[in-house]
């Protein structure tokens, strides 16, 4: 195993920031620690870079391949470290940012100057930033500087990567771009590499383990299909995509809205939770199962065609589909409609959405 | 009334009052230097109390503007890359100089060396002259100067946060390479900026140099002190004249300075 935490608590005055902690990431894995904002991904990513302190209780530690690394300073981790606004040095070209970990060594660690072009130079290529290596940070665009981090942290080679919010500046159609390179070059170098972000859609496609955090705490590690399809509470539920809150009983094994929100027979009366891919829409309510809805908006543009429904207690209600499906039915804003859940997941703890 | 009137009768205002204060006055020293022809004017820094003015300016200038840099940018540094307990405290001592009088700053320095205190006739009895000599005018300049870096530095740093130097040490840097390479760079405009009102005031004290000073022809007076001795004394009026002429240049080049540097700021010349 690379890096392990351990029973890692962290606060700031009174706030709460991480919660006793307790990680493990594999080696050459790519992970995404994912929660919203406050949520202390950021903190423990700081903390294991060694930037940032915790709460040295009994137990409390980092371990990079099974050794402590407490005790190390910063510079002695030997961390890739990108900063969520990649921190380049203003007053240094690209050349001398990348340059710039390779320069400050001392003593033994010393390199040639040659060697160090030598490196740098195979740095801008890998990067892509050929011929840019005497801009300034200033004259790049934010997908350029992204890189430029990037390889800044590589250029130190560093037992592990750790990214902060690593496409959070850059605009949707960039950052879907570098989000795949990325991913290719991670394939390419096999870096163990740990990525902060708030964006589950990115977190799921890129990342081989997620990590969902809230308030401090690790709410559920796992593969992005595992995290996403297998929910272990509402807030990852939630949290990792639209989903549709409905109160109703299940009655062996079929699920029966509570057409009341107050309902007497307060054991059997469930909340549960249902993808908006994962209802239908029926023009006909078959079996009685269904519960009526009006369509108040449709949104055709896009992959999917996405309904918006209000309830008759006006609680709204998203539906997605594909096209196909949606002209077989040709379902019209104001239509009165039957919605029935296909897959729905129980949560018993209370939370609310 | 047209809408064009108001503006108008504004900049003239702003010139009038920026000519009547400052142009004026300006323009009167350098015609009072040269009235008597440029000869005169010349041989006024001939005259040997003056070019000694001259360098005891220089060096009291010399050793308190680098000493208050080193201070002001080691200051800086703590305050805004470092948490620590009282730093408020800090911050407000800082701006100490700014809100007492420049007498008041002489007067502390006289009380501390005086011959009249015991540490003052200790220093006497072992013939080491502070006050109405010259450590006493370093201290004195050192003392009414010392904000003016630190003050230049405080905000730049602060708005510029310290990310860059968290991702020199991730990259492996000690704090003599970070200081040198990252922060140094960052704020040497700020910092030459700082540096020159330091300098322009260190040179043009009055007040508390002159309570330390003595005045002392030839030994003790600094350019200041120097032109109110003269000025004083009738003898030639103009020579008094030429040597503010020296000040109100210096002042003249610190604002060239200072607007070359905020061109360069505001356009991120490196």
């Known amino acids: 195993m690379s890096v392990e935490v351990r029973n890692i608590t962290k606060r700031f005055d009174n706030f709460l920031a991480l919660d006793n902690i307790n990680l493990t990431v594999p080696n050459g894995d790519l992970v995404a620690l994912l929660g919203p904002s406050g949520s202390g991904k950021t903190t423990l990513l700081r903390i294991i870079a060694g930037l940032e302190s915790f709460e040295s209780v009994d137990g409390a530690d980092i371990l990079f391949k099974g050794a402590s690394v407490v005790g190390n300073r910063v510079a002695d981790r030997r961390v890739g470290f990108v900063f969520q606004h990649y921190a380049l040095f203003r007053h240094h070209t690209v050349y001398g940012n990348i340059a710039f970990g390779l320069k400050v060594r001392r003593g033994r660690d010393r390199i040639s100057r040659k060697a160090i072009r030598e490196r740098v130079m195979n740095l801008i290529h890998l990067v892509q930033l050929d011929g840019l290596e005497s801009r300034y940070p200033d004259q790049l665009s934010g997908g350029q500087r992204q890189r430029v981090a990037l390889a800044r942290a590589l250029a130190i080679e560093p037992r592990f990567l750790l990214l902060d919010e690593p496409f959070g500046a850059l605009d949707a159609r960039v950052r879907q771009n570098l989000r795949r390179w990325l991913r290719r070059m991670h394939d390419e170098i096999k870096l163990t590499s740990i990525f902060v972000t708030h964006d589950q859609e990115e977190a799921l496609e890129l990342a081989d383990r997620v990590v969902v955090m809230n308030k401090g705490r690790v709410e559920q590690e796992g593969t992005p299909s595992e995290v996403f399809h297998s929910p272990k509470n509402a807030f990852v539920m939630d949290f990792l995509g639209n989903v549709n809150l409905f109160h109703g009983r299940i009655e062996s094994g079929r699920v029966s809205f509570d057409r009341s929100e107050v309902v007497a027979d307060g054991n059997k009366q469930t909340r549960f939770f249902v993808r908006p891919h994962e209802i239908e829409l029926l023009p006909e309510n078959i079996d009685n199962t269904g519960l009526p809805a009006k369509i108040s908006r449709i949104q055709l543009a896009g992959a999917i065609a996405k309904i918006e429904l209000v309830d008759s207690s006006n609680k709204e209600i998203f539906v997605e589909m594909s096209h196909d499906k949606y002209s077989m039915y040709k379902f019209q804003n104001g239509d009165s409609v039957f919605v029935v859940p296909k897959n729905s997941i129980v949560f018993p703890e209370d939370y609310s959405i | ?270």
């Open chain 2, 1 to 270: 009334m047209p809408k064009k009137t108001v503006p108008i009768i504004f900049i003239f205002l702003t010139f009038f009052y920026l000519g009547l204060f400052l142009l004026l006055p300006l323009a009167a020293i350098f015609a009072e230097a040269f009235r008597k022809g440029f000869e005169v004017y010349v041989n006024s820094f001939k005259d040997e109390y003056a070019w000694s003015a001259i360098k005891l300016t220089l060096l009291t200038a010399g050793i308190a503007v680098p000493l208050n840099v080193v201070f002001g940018v080691a200051a800086a540094w703590c305050i805004t890359k470092f948490e620590f307990r009282g730093k408020n405290v800090l911050i407000t001592l800082i701006d100490l100089p700014f809100a007492i009088s420049p007498i008041v700053a002489g007067l502390i320095f006289v009380l501390i060396f005086g011959q009249q205190t015991a540490f003052g006739a200790w220093l006497l009895s072992h013939n080491i002259k502070i006050i109405f000599a010259v450590p006493g005018l370093v201290l004195a300049t050192i003392f009414v100067t010392f904000p003016f870096v630190v003050r230049e530095l405080i905000p730049l740093m602060q708005e510029q946060g310290k990310t860059e130097e968290e991702a020199a040490v991730s990259l492996g840097a000690g704090g003599w390479d970070i200081f040198w390479r990252v922060t140094l760079p960052n704020i040497k405009w700020g910092l030459l900026y700082g540096v020159i009102l330091c300098n322009a005031r260190a040179m043009g004290e009055f007040g508390a140099v002159s309570v330390v000073s003595g005045h002392i022809r030839g030994e003790t007076n600094t350019i200041p002190l120097y032109i109110q001795t003269v000025y004083d004394g009738y003898s030639a009026g103009s020579s008094a004249f030429a040597m503010a002429t020296l000040l109100a240049s210096l002042a003249l080049v610190t604002l060239v300075v200072k607007s070359i540097i905020e061109w360069k700021v505001k356009h991120r010349e490196r």
